[in-house]
């Protein structure tokens, strides 16, 4: 059974750090994008960040660049993001996405992720 499990989201003051987690069973990362994206209320689902397993290439939106890093570990079938200097506008349900394919250039388009987690909150508020 395909699953991703997301982790690690919280409530944190403006300025602090959280690390998701995405841990990826019944298949394996390789040669997968793993996007994550996230939604707050009433807003659409946008994408954050994804990175190519294959080749380790990442790509974030303008709004999260310099404050959050994604990366791997394939021996653990798990994708990290490490958010820093986080801000109220970071609030959110992030999920991690699974596309079956390296990251091209559409890399932020939801339609081409064929798995998604449940969902984690995180929170930023003082």
């Known amino acids: 059974q395909v699953q991703l499990v997301e982790s690690g989201g919280g409530l944190v003051q403006p300025g602090g750090s959280l690390r998701l987690s995405c841990a990826a069973s019944?298949?394996?990362?390789?040669?997968?994008?793993i996007g994550w994206f996230r939604q707050a209320p009433g807003k659409e689902r946008e994408g954050v960040s994804c990175i190519s397993s294959s080749d380790g290439s990442t790509y974030y939106a303008d709004s999260v660049k310099g404050r959050f890093t994604i990366s791997r570990d394939n021996a653990k079938n798990t994708v990290y993001l490490q958010m820093n200097s986080l801000k109220p506008e970071d609030t959110a349900v992030y999920y991690c996405?699974?596309?079956?394919?390296?990251?091209?250039?559409?890399?932020?388009?939801?339609?081409?992720?064929?798995?998604w987690g449940q969902g984690t909150q995180v929170t930023v508020s003082s």
């Open positions: 019944g298949f394996t990362l390789d040669y997968h994008c």
């Open positions: 996405a699974a596309d079956p394919y390296p990251c091209g250039n559409n890399y932020f388009l939801v339609a081409l992720y064929e798995y």
